[in-house]
């Protein structure tokens, strides 16, 4: 895929056709589609989103590398960015990882008894992990944020805690990939598990960008705020 | 010290005499024969025994498909390039020589060919060796890298270095990914692990 920079008087639709996977964007705004041929700058104004970390978004789902100004970051809507950042986490635990459960198990039911239940049992700690993943973020960091911008520090938590018990959930969807690719049997199910590779490669590149979007604008925000 | 013995292989006698040029000032290596076919080459591989081939990746018969031939056998091939080559082919030489390169820069980058020779892993090892697999069973027990190294009388560096094969032979990164690959593969029953 290409990798474009965009800018605000795009087409919405332009957009998400030069990178499919801005797509997964614009329901964590609430965007529905149907926009026509309006561009980014007025579907954010209709729908009342900071058009600016839209952007920012939509880049970094594009190009990896993208770093938003420092500008940027001051200036950002907070508030859209912690709803943004939930609304991702809710889709990947009532939707991705669900969805990928259910053709799991039935892959698992498939195979001789004990490589099912591996697999079972493998996928029910990756999703552990998740989970505490995200309920740590929503828990303890967004708070946080919250209490820095209206003044209250903390003593026993700061964005470097939080880097440092922030855990990684990218290992073990890699790993996943690799037990199905390489050394489940062969010979069983093969469609569903091209099938469910394929969702786990989707995921995982989602799962990336959304750390990036963490790394490259929230903690910096929040280091801004810090030092305020 | 005695010079390191370079044949060329290149299909235009221009830049093939112009290269011969730029490297009879060299004190380290010494040009002792150009061929501009690949049979002829091979010949010259033979006879003159090099240290190492410098050729163009364009020259018929040195690129098959996407591979580079195996007809130099053990001796490091780097690549003489000025035009668009593909990185998967040119990643396949054990360096690439630019056409604009100086006779210093040229120098390095065939130094840099010799000193990979020999460092030069196994190719194609991707099965884990005997001591990888007693390693990757111990981490799938469960067990510390301080603790493999004493029960396999190996030290914690080694222990380490072992791991990073496995990562990178196995793609499994995490410690319950291992513990899967070896229950799978019945290298540990699953009472080792409860």
Not at chain 1, 77 to 96: F, G, P, V
Not at chain 1, 140 to 158: C, I, R, T, W
Not at chain 1, 201 to 213: C, G, K, S, V, Y
Not at chain 2, 34 to 53: E, H, M, N, S
């Amino acid at each position: 895929m290409k990798q474009n920079i965009f800018s605000r008087d795009m087409k919405l639709a332009e957009v998400v056709c030069s990178n499919r996977n801005t797509i997964l964007i614009l329901p964590r705004f609430g965007i529905e589609l149907g926009f026509g041929e309006k561009s980014v700058e007025d579907v954010c104004n209709e729908y009342g989103i900071d058009t600016s970390l839209f952007m920012i978004i939509c880049n970094l789902y594009s190009s990896p590398n993208y770093m938003p100004t420092k500008y940027e970051i001051e200036n950002l809507d907070i508030d859209s960015l912690l709803s943004y950042l939930r609304a991702s986490h809710k889709y990947y635990l009532n939707s991705r990882i669900p969805h990928i459960e259910h053709h799991l198990n039935r892959l698992a039911e498939a195979m001789p008894e004990k490589d099912g239940r591996l697999l079972k049992n493998f996928y029910k700690g990756y999703c552990n992990e998740v989970i505490n993943h995200f309920e740590y973020e929503e828990q303890q960091l967004f708070p946080y944020v919250q209490g820095l911008l209206k003044g209250v520090k903390s003593d026993n938590f700061s964005i470097e805690i939080f880097e440092n018990n922030h855990t990684n959930i990218e290992d073990k969807l890699s790993d996943l990939k690799s037990i199905i690719i390489k050394y489940l049997p062969g010979g069983i199910m093969q469609e569903e598990r091209i099938s469910i590779l394929f969702d786990l490669f989707r995921l995982a590149e989602d799962i990336d960008r959304h750390t990036l979007i963490e790394d490259k604008i929230l903690a910096p925000y929040v280091q801004l705020l810090e030092n305020r | 010290m005695k010079k390191r013995k370079v044949v060329l292989g290149e299909e235009s006698q221009i830049v093939a005499l112009g290269f011969s040029k730029v490297m009879e000032g060299s004190s380290l290596f010494e040009v002792v024969d150009d061929a501009g076919r690949i049979d002829k080459l091979q010949q010259k591989i033979v006879t003159c025994k090099p240290d190492v081939v410098v050729v163009n990746p364009t020259m018929e018969g040195v690129v098959k498909g996407d591979t580079i031939t195996t007809l130099f056998e053990e001796t490091p091939v780097v690549a003489l390039a000025y035009s668009y080559i593909e990185q998967s082919i040119l990643k396949q030489f054990r360096g690439t020589i630019d056409i604009n390169d100086s006779r210093q820069e040229i120098e390095n980058k065939l130094k840099e060919a010799l000193a990979k020779e020999s460092t030069k892993e196994e190719k194609n090892n991707y099965e884990l060796s005997d001591r990888e697999t007693d390693v990757l069973i111990a981490v799938a027990r469960g067990m510390q890298n301080k603790e493999i190294a004493d029960s396999l009388n190996i030290s914690p560096h080694t222990v380490i270095t072992h791991r990073k094969n496995i990562v990178a032979k196995t793609g499994i990164k995490s410690v319950a990914g291992l513990t899967v690959y070896a229950l799978i593969n019945n290298l540990i029953s699953e009472s080792d692990v409860m």
